[in-house]
C-alpha cells in the first residue's frame, strides 16, 4: 500500500464508514468545532452535550455558540479520569436526561477524549432504547481509536470495558487544532494507538512513522493531520468488514489484553495508550520467543514506542493477578486466552493460546527492572 503525501493542514478530508444504512462520515481538519451548523446540519432540539471540566474550558463555550439559540442544550460535565466511567457516572447522566425530559427525538454530543465518548456512547445506546450521538473527539488517542467504530462501554470493578454495547454514532468530527492543548502525556498515549495500525494492518504506514517521529513529536500539523487520517481510514476499513468484533476487528486489540491487566492494577498511575504500548512489546516479544517474529521487528517496534516517549515494560504484578485479569478479557472463549499477535511489522493474528507458561516468560521478560 503506498503512503500517499500529508495533504495541506487547511484541507478537510472526509472518510466513511460503511455499514449500509449506519454509516457515517468521520470529518479531520482543522478548526472544524467553528463549523457544526454545516457538518451537522440536522441535529435535533434537544442535545446533550457529555464532557469533562477540563474539556470544557478550552471548547465547550465554542461548540455551545456554534449550535446557536434553537437547541435546547444539556450539559453534563463528569470527573476527569479512567474512574469516571462507572455505573455511577452512567446513572447520574440517566437521571440528568430524565429530569430534564429528554425524549427519543434528542441527541447525545460526547465532547472529549475515550472516557467521555465511551461513556456518552453508553448512554446513547441504552436511553430510550437508543438515540443518535455524536463524536466530537478532543484527545489524539479518542480521535485516531475510541471515537470509530461504534464500540461503547463502562468499566466494572471486575475489569474494563466489561459492560457497554456497539452503538454507532451518526458522525465524528476530528478538529486537530484540539491537540495543542493537549499534554504531553496524554498526546504520546495517542501515538500508541497510531503505531498499533502500523503493526497490524499497513508496513509503509509503520515505516513513515519512523520518518516522521520527529514531526509528530513536535506536533506538525501536516503530518499529524495524515497520521489521522490513515489511522482512522484503516480503522474505518476494518470496522466496515467486522462491525462486531467476528474476528479481522479483533486485530485492533493489539496489546490491549495485557494493557488492560495493567490498567485494571494499575488505573490511578498508568494511562491507557501507555498499558497498550507495554502489552504491544509483551506481545511481540512472545511471537520472537516462538520464532515467529523477527529480533529486528522488535526492536523496530521498540524504537518506535520509545521515540514517542512510551513505556516498553510492564510494571510488575503477580503471575495470579496477571492470570486473573486476562482470563476476564472479552476475547477468551470456553476459558482459552485469545491473544493478538504480530507476525510481521503490517500483520497480526489471533490466537488461542493454551501455553500459559509461555506467555509468563514473555510477561517476565517484558517487565520494569527485568533487565
Known sequence: ?????????????????????????????????????????????????????VVAAHYLAKVRDQLGPQHDVLVHE??????????TTYGEIMDSLIAHSFNRDCAIIALGG????????????????????????????????????????????????????FYQPQSVIIST???????????????????????IYDADFFTWLEDNQQKLNARDAQALN???QRSCQI??????????????????????????????????????GEAVAAGTMIAA?????????????????EALLQAFELPTRAPRL?????????????????GELRLVLPTSIGTAELRTVTDWPSVWSAIAAMTESSR
Open 226 to 228: 495524515y497520521a489521522i
Open 114 to 165: 475515550g472516557v467521555v465518548g465511551d461513556i456518552a456512547g453508553f448512554v446513547a445506546a441504552t436511553y430510550q432504547r437508543g438515540v443518535d450521538f455524536y463524536q466530537l473527539p478532543t484527545t489524539l488517542l479518542a480521535q485516531v481509536d475510541s471515537s470509530v467504530g461504534g464500540k461503547t462501554a463502562i468499566n466494572h470493578p471486575g475489569g474494563k470495558n466489561l459492560i457497554g454495547a
Open 318 to 334: 503477580s503471575e495470579v493477578q496477571w492470570q486473573q485479569r486476562m482470563y476476564r478479557d472479552k476475547k477468551v472463549q470456553a
Open 78 to 87: 463528569i470527573a476527569d479520569g479512567e474512574h469516571a466511567k462507572s455505573l
Open 1 to 53: 500500500m503506498t503512503v500517499k503525501q500529508a495533504p495541506h493542514q487547511g484541507h478537510l478530508s472526509r472518510i466513511r464508514v460503511g455499514l449500509a444504512d449506519r454509516s457515517y462520515p468521520i470529518y479531520v481538519g482543522r478548526q472544524l468545532f467553528q463549523q457544526l451548523p454545516q457538518l451537522l446540519p440536522n441535529l435535533p432540539k434537544q442535545l446533550c452535550i457529555v464532557t469533562n471540566a
Open 235 to 272: 480503522k474505518a476499513d476494518i470496522v466496515a468488514q467486522d462491525e462486531r468484533e467476528q474476528g479481522l476487528r479483533a486485530l485492533l486489540n493489539l496489546g490491549h489484553t495485557f494493557g488492560h491487566a495493567i490498567e485494571a492494577e494499575h488505573y490511578d498511575t498508568w494511562r491507557h
Open 285 to 301: 516479544e512472545y511471537m520472537r520467543q516462538q520464532d515467529q517474529l523477527s529480533a529486528a521487528d522488535v526492536a523496530r517496534i
Open 177 to 199: 487544532d484540539c491537540l495543542v492543548t493537549l499534554e504531553q502525556r496524554d498526546y504520546a498515549c495517542g501515538l500508541a494507538e497510531v503505531v498499533k495500525y502500523g503493526i
